[in-house]
């Protein structure tokens, strides 16, 4: 008989010791040494090995049989073992610093952790306590499940950026499982102990048996569901159990498959008792039976104990996976250990406050809002705030990925902060916007950025909040800086073609400032970008309201995503090549800043500097010049009409707001979002730091690309003409065939698009370009004050599209959701004159 049985390259077979290079690491130990020996109950001196997937072998009849019951007697030293699942290579030259370096420090700190938690060290426990869990951490992503897991969220990775993505994702679960219930069960009392798995961190959810779509390898439930119960033997004796504290305080009353409150990943931080632990339960053998057949049931391949009897839990444990669960809460009268609030003062007088669930504001109760009893009517407006009727919102939706119905959506928060800036300044009362620039006061620009502050906390949970794709929505966001002077050409223009379009909201958030230039603490700093701000809120008010813009905070704004943003791009940036064209607008819009300051000066100042320009001139011109420049000052809507002091007391910071390569891709993959610039350096980025720099567009997307780059679209540069004109259903052809256009592109999946499709959508672009062409010259303004521009768009439709290893990186950690979209197109626009 013929034996085809291969060896494993992720397996226990063969020797442990490389036989290439005694100073070179290749066999690497994903379930350390040290740890199996907590699993081996004397007599005993070694562990059982069990082949959850054996070899086949051929028969001599031509048929193949796969072997069944393979148990291999071994020590741990040649288990749980894989040949350069760590390696990385340059070259010819092997490298093994993951191994040594990496999981070296890794494992030595969590074996001391690890011994700690089970004998119930308490103050080995306080030492070791950060250590525990970071060392939980790594082990659930080092393992060869884990290590495919990650593989599985990215398009393309070599063995190098696997090990890179596997070092940044090992602390990503570390703050939900620090703020959950401990309990260390035992089994001293059984005469079965626990097993160990290949994949020894396991998540259990109640509502996701084997089988099920949460658990289609290399999947796992995820770790944020309300249900999802973390499962970790520390011996054959002690086994962890972490329980999301909502569930366990009800367990009868959540739904598991939701997102328990504010999760979050990414290594957050947050308090804890680290004293904090349920002991009391000694398990029967049907308990520890039925733990371990939750822990066979999500290994891998291997599973290993000291007595091969113990190997077969799922032969002993068969009731429904549901009621497996029940083993696994903990008891309720020692929930109090857990939850309550935490409040800490420090020797600066300052101070700090949580919640149960890691919250440092009280923000969740003031933006909550109440939801309407029995479910929900399809035509009414939909509870995620967006404006639209729920039938053509969130109805198809599933419930777990859904916007948050719970607290305010971003629309409604932005109309809300709309209506505090018109309180604050004073428009309910009658007041112009020229009295508002002559009345702005320091109180009132602090009160403006407070209302920001407050209704964008720190603790926000923005992606909760962001709407998801939709297949009945072209949405655009825009890669660029938000202004009010380029604000009508580069975004409401647009808006006559695109549903709808993704900005920056330009306010700053307080909270995230030092207090030396925040516009809370030195508001006089802030009054000439306040007016500017709020010109642009008015400006775009009337498309918020009607679902058109989504003005959205900086997303690195929360949660300590700025400095690693801040690291992605400085790490992606380098030299910087401006182009002539970017750097004429700049030119422009600093000329417009120059001029804006100076007349605006004060009078005396303003004196001096036209006398020391023009000495010749007599007194009489003077002051004919000064009465101008004034008046000139007065026309200017973004003009502050007040005189500052002098000097620094005087001075005045600007800020610019706009999304970043990262934060872009991060949310146009989250919102379904066609990403669109007008800047070159920020295409060249797009397509210099992204897959798309492998490759170009396919042949067949070619005539579509040349039909698009010939195309007019006009501009009116009125912000309340394009508004007019969206409201009155104008360029509605347009809109419908950049749906199909996304829609096609989005669906290809890494296969040729059919040509009769591309050929069709080309047809089609033709005919919404003549009707558009028809339209504009049926609604031309004549108004000389807002000359129409002609915009054109160059589309790129790279073959593996604009991926982003980084990207991939925030959505897993920052992103927490399974509805992402592939970012396939990007868009180019020009303006030049109508009629060039």
Known sequence: MADSTKRDPTGSEGSAISKSDPQITRQNHYVPIWYQKGFIVAPSKSLQLLDLDPPRIDLPNGHSKQLQNVRLNRVPANCFVAEDLYTTRFGNVINDEVERYLFGTIDRLGAIAVRAFASGDMAGIHESFQQFFSYLDAQKVRTPKGLDWIKSKYPLLTQLDLMIEMQALRQMHCTMWVESVREIVSAEESNIKFIVTDHPVTIYNPAYPPGSSECIYPEDPSTELKGSQTVFPLDANHCLILTNFEYAKEPGNVDVRSPRTHARYGGYPTLTRTDAFIRTRKLTNQEVTGINRILKARARKYVAASDKAWLEPDKVSVEPWEHLGKILLPPSNELWHFGGEIYVGYKDGSTHYQDPFGRTTNSHKYLSKKRRPGPPDRNAPCGCGSGQRYRTCCEKIPLVERPSWEVYGIRERNLMFCRAVQDILGFDSGKNWEDIRRELSDDKVKRIHETYESLWPRDTDLVALLPRPAAGTFRGLYLGIVDPRTINLNVTGWLSYFDQIVIPNPFINAGNVKPNYSPTHKPAQYKNQTIKNVYLLMMLEPYIDAGLVHLLPD????????????????????????????????????????????????????????????????????EQIMLYMKEQNKLDPLALLQELPPGEEGAQLQTIKGFNLEVSLFLAKLMGATIYTDTRVHWQHLHAHTSARHGTTPPEWIPLVEKVRSAHFMLSGNPVTDFEHRLTGHFGGMRATWRKIAASIGAKSGKPVPKRIIKELVKEFDTAEHRMCREWKAIASTDASYPPVQGRVELSIPEQGFERATVQRLLLTYGRTKRVVKTSMAMFIELAAAGQ
């Open 555 to 622: 997303p690195a704004d929360f949660g300590g995503l700025m400095h690693l943003v801040m690291d992605m791009a400085e790490e992606r940036v380098g030299k910087v090549e401006i182009d002539d064209k970017d750097m004429e607008r700049f030119r422009y819009l600093q000329k417009d800043e120059l001029k804006r300051a100076t007349l605006g000066m004060p009078s005396d100042a303003l004196r001096g500097l036209i006398q020391r320009t023009s000495p010749e001139m007599s007194t009489e011109e003077l």
